[in-house]
C-alpha cells in the first residue's frame, strides 16, 4: 500500500512563527501537492512538484514556500504564520499523470495560528 | 484558468434511494477526472477515476461515473445508497501537467 505520512497532526503556532510541514511518500512518486482544506472551499493546491527540486505555483501560493530536496520528502514552509492560515493541510504524491495514475493523500494536518 | 463546479454542497437522502452528485469543469485540455470520498474524520480515498477509454467507469462500493466530453460533465452515481455512504465527495480535475482543481465538496448524509 502506498503510505503518504504527514508527520504533524495537530499543530498550535504563534503569529509570526516560521511553521514547517513534513511530507514523506515512500513509492518512489514523482509528484507531490500540497493543499488546503477549509469548509466550503474544498481543496485548494498551493504548491506541486513534479521532481526534486523542481516546483510549480498551485492557486494560492502567497505566504508559502515549498522544498523538494529528496524525492520522497516534500515540505511545506509558512514563513511568518497568520491567524488565516489556520486550516487543515494536505500531502499527496502520485506517478505522472498521463496513465492515469491515482494521486493518494495523507492523513492531513491540523495547524491552528494564534 | 481551470474550475470545477460540484451543483449540490448538502445532499439527504433516505436509504435505499438512488445518488446522483453532478460535477462540471472547464479546462480545454486533456484532463485526468477523479471522485474521492472524505468519511467523518478519516482521510481522502479514491472512489474512482477517468484518464481514457470507457466512459461509463466504476469504482469502488458500487459507484460508478460517466465522462461526457461535450457537457464537460463527471456525475457520480449510485443506484442505492447506504447510511455508511454518509460523507463528503470532490470532484476533482488533473491536466497532465500535474495542475488539479477540486470542487468544493458535496456533503451526503443518509439517514437510516
Known amino acids: 500500500d502506498v503510505k503518504v505520512t504527514q508527520s504533524s497532526r495537530y499543530l498550535v503556532k504563534r503569529t509570526g512563527e516560521k511553521v514547517f510541514l513534513e511530507c514523506v511518500q515512500d513509492?518512489?512518486?514523482?509528484?507531490m501537492f500540497w493543499y488546503r482544506q477549509d469548509p466550503g472551499l474544498g481543496l485548494r493546491l498551493i504548491y506541486f512538484?513534479?521532481?526534486?527540486?523542481?516546483?510549480e505555483k498551485g492557486d494560492i501560493p502567497e505566504g508559502y514556500s515549498v522544498s523538494r530536496e529528496k524525492k520522497e520528502r516534500f515540505s511545506l514552509i509558512l514563513e511568518s504564520a497568520s491567524t488565516n492560515q489556520t486550516s487543515m493541510y494536505l500531502c499527496a504524491s502520485s506517478l505522472v499523470l498521463q496513465s492515469g495514475n491515482t494521486i493518494y493523500f495523507g492523513e492531513g494536518s491540523w495547524l491552528t495560528v494564534v | 484558468a481551470q474550475s470545477v463546479s460540484q451543483h449540490n454542497h448538502h445532499v439527504i437522502l433516505s436509504e435505499a434511494a438512488s445518488l446522483e452528485l453532478g460535477c462540471n469543469y472547464s479546462y480545454g485540455g486533456t484532463v485526468n477526472l477523479f471522485w474521492y470520498v472524505q468519511y467523518p474524520g478519516q482521510h481522502l480515498q479514491l472512489l474512482l477515476k477517468y484518464f481514457s477509454g470507457d466512459p461509463l467507469v466504476k469504482g469502488i462500493k458500487g459507484f460508478e461515473a460517466e465522462f461526457i466530453k461535450s457537457k464537460f460533465s463527471f456525475n457520480l452515481r449510485k443506484p442505492s445508497v447506504q447510511w455508511s455512504d454518509t460523507a463528503e465527495y470532490f470532484c476533482?480535475?488533473?491536466?497532465?501537467?500535474?495542475?488539479?482543481?477540486f470542487g468544493d465538496g458535496t456533503t451526503l448524509t443518509v439517514k437510516p
Open positions: 512538484s513534479y521532481d526534486v527540486k523542481m516546483k
Open positions: 476533482a480535475v488533473f491536466t497532465n501537467a500535474g495542475k488539479s482543481t
Open positions: 513509492m518512489d512518486h514523482e509528484n
